[in-house]
């Protein structure tokens, strides 16, 4: 973090969200570098069951950002036109 390296690049399909292989790359870092990660940062797009149940798990401490909903009271929601 002092230094701002990147450690690990991963490549993946377009269809396939950048939450998906997280964990695992998270994994791989602190196996190859020894890594001692005590918390990460993290947009919202990880913000889902399974990444804050591996964070859980591996007693990491996770700052999630969070995406607030953006709908007003009386306009219709996307979904909603047809």
């Known amino acids: 973090g002092v230094h701002s390296l990147i450690t690990d690049t991963h490549v993946t ?7 998906g292989p997280y ?38 401490y996770g700052v999630i950002g969070y995406r607030r909903p953006n709908h007003k009271d009386g306009f219709f929601y996307k979904r909603e036109y047809e």
Do not use: Q, W
């Open 13 to 19: 399909p377009a269809n396939v969200h950048d939450s």
């Open 23 to 60: 964990l695992d790359r998270l994994d791989r870092m602190r196996t190859r570098f020894g890594f001692e990660i005590g918390a990460v940062g993290l947009d919202a797009g990880y913000f889902t069951p399974h990444i804050c149940k591996g964070l859980v798990e591996r007693n990491i």
